[in-house]
């Protein structure tokens, strides 16, 4: 069975504070991987979509990684407004399988 | 703005009655996916259309339906409501059936059942 699991599942920072989210996964054949900001009763918001391992993309103050097994999004000098649930999905090779999502992490930027 | 639309944003109804959501994709986008969630769930997926058409199914109640309009918008209809229906359900849309492209989301509609 296809399952994402996101750690930790809630995390506080300074601003300032540089950390990364990680991601793992187990997946019958990755198409691809997906990171997606939330915030509180919002719709998800697309970051970025990797598809294969040793791939970076960046944004601002983010940068999410892929390897074989798992993903992070590196978050450096964040911000109060950086404060926001992050998702990651995979989408599996088989058929048209959508996407799966990890239950999150919570983050919180302290000022 | 992602630019799917999803009416209404707020729904409180009695158990055992039935409401439908509304989605309109982005304009281009022939996939439509519904996703529900609860407070202790993640997102968890639904049901997909493409141009119509059903593409696939996800951990959807026999009490739920969905449908594609040939305008491309979609309802999510649910019947027979329960307590435990009370969720946000999400519809995302996306230009592709299925593979590697990125699926954007809509606001969301906030289903209370009392």
């Known amino acids: 069975e296809d399952q994402v699991t996101q750690s930790p599942e809630a995390l506080r920072l300074q601003e300032g504070e540089s950390s990364s989210l990680n991601c793992s996964y187990t997946v019958s054949g990755l198409r691809g991987l997906f990171w997606y900001r939330q915030d509180p009763g919002k719709g998800p918001e697309f970051l970025f979509t990797?598809?294969?391992a040793g791939e970076e993309k960046e944004k601002e103050r983010l940068k999410a990684t892929l390897t074989k097994k798992e993903s992070f999004l590196h978050i450096t000098a964040p911000k109060p407004e950086d404060s926001a649930t992050y998702l990651c999905a995979v989408q599996p090779h088989s058929g048209n399988t959508p996407l799966v999502f990890g239950k999150g992490t919570r983050l919180s930027v302290i000022a | 703005d992602s630019g799917v639309t999803q009416t209404p944003k707020h729904l409180i109804t009695a158990t055992g009655q039935r409401v439908t959501l509304r989605c309109s994709p982005r304009s281009g986008d022939l996939s439509v996916y519904w996703y529900q969630q609860s407070l202790d769930q993640g997102l968890q997926f639904l049901i997909h259309?493409?141009?119509?058409?059903?593409?696939a199914k996800g951990n959807i109640l026999e009490r739920f339906s969905a449908q594609q309009f040939p305008d491309l918008h979609s309802e999510l209809n649910l019947s027979s409501l329960e307590l435990g229906d009370s969720a946000l359900y999400f519809c995302a849309s996306s230009v592709q059936g299925a593979a590697n492209t990125e699926a954007f989301f809509g606001q969301g509609t906030r289903l209370t059942v009392v």
């Open positions: 259309y493409y141009n119509g058409e059903e593409r």
């Open positions: 990797l598809y294969s």
